[in-house]
């Protein structure tokens, strides 16, 4: 999908309704230092924190996403404070107990595809935060999405819209689905307009590779609400090291 129609997918307004006050919530103790927005995207949040007070580094690596973020901060009186750092390589002087929170929305880290690099990226997450920062990081609900395989492809997809990608006029929908892959099919009303592959984790992997990345008292929440709910359109996960 071209960068510049991203925000007709996400809605801004409509996301921060359910997403700002989670943030807020489990980021206020950490006002005082560096939070790393690690996938800027529009600019949503880091907008959000900004005109909240927080020191915010935020993350892009697409020029046009850049572009759009950082045009929707003048619009605000906000200056954006960005870096494009590849999360699998992330550098001095960020790579080591330098951010006392990290959040990573989206479903931004599946879009790695490989694991390897995932496990690395998580790694380097758990080494930049300080003792007892908190990363905060979010993925859709793949296990429904595997075991409706056949439903969705037939055009039955559960997505309530209320969360996360919360824009009408341009549909995200699975249109090819393997244990290994998802691909998801970016529609305006009929016309598709591009897609995005992206690595489907298991049910519970995520918290594990969180663990094993070192971070501990891992905690889930479905659609922002606390606890393990199977139709959920996303699961967030937040952990402290």
């Known amino acids: 999908m071209p960068s510049s129609l991203w925000k007709d997918f996400v809605n801004c307004p409509k996301r921060l309704k359910t997403l700002a006050p989670f943030l807020e919530k489990y ?22 924190l900004k ?27 906000i200056k954006l404070q960005i870096t494009r750092l590849d999360w699998r390589e992330i550098s001095y002087p960020y790579k080591y107990n330098f951010f006392d929170g990290i959040f990573l929305l989206g479903n931004s880290l ?6 390897n690099d995932i496990n690395i990226s998580l790694k380097n997450f758990y080494f930049s935060l300080k003792q007892g920062g908190t990363i905060i990081i ?6 429904y999405i595997i075991s409706h395989k056949n439903e969705i492809l ?3 997809f559960h ?3 209320e969360y996360i990608y919360c824009g009408k006029s341009i549909k995200g929908i699975p249109i090819a689905i393997s244990d290994k892959e998802i691909d ?24 594990e590779l969180l663990l094993e990345a ?28």
């Open 110 to 115: 599946s879009c790695l595809n490989d694991i």
């Open 154 to 156: 037939s055009g039955n």
């Open 138 to 143: 979010d993925e859709r609900n793949f296990p």
């Open 51 to 77: 005109m909240m007070g927080y020191k915010i580094i935020s993350n892009e690596i697409d020029e046009t996403l850049i572009q759009v973020a950082t045009k929707s901060a003048k619009r605000q009186n």
């Open 184 to 207: 998801f099919g970016y529609f305006q009303g009929i016309m598709f307009i591009g897609s995005l592959k992206m690595y489907p984790f298991k049910k519970g992997e995520l918290k």
């Open 159 to 161: 997505y309530s819209g």
């Open 27 to 48: 980021l206020s103790k950490h006002k005082q230092g560096y939070i790393f927005d690690a996938a800027l995207g529009i600019g949503c949040e880091s907008i959000f």
């Open 214 to 241: 070192g971070f501990k008292n891992v905690v889930e929440f479905s659609d922002f609400k606390p606890g393990y709910e199977s139709r959920a359109d996303f699961f967030i996960y937040i952990a402290t090291k």
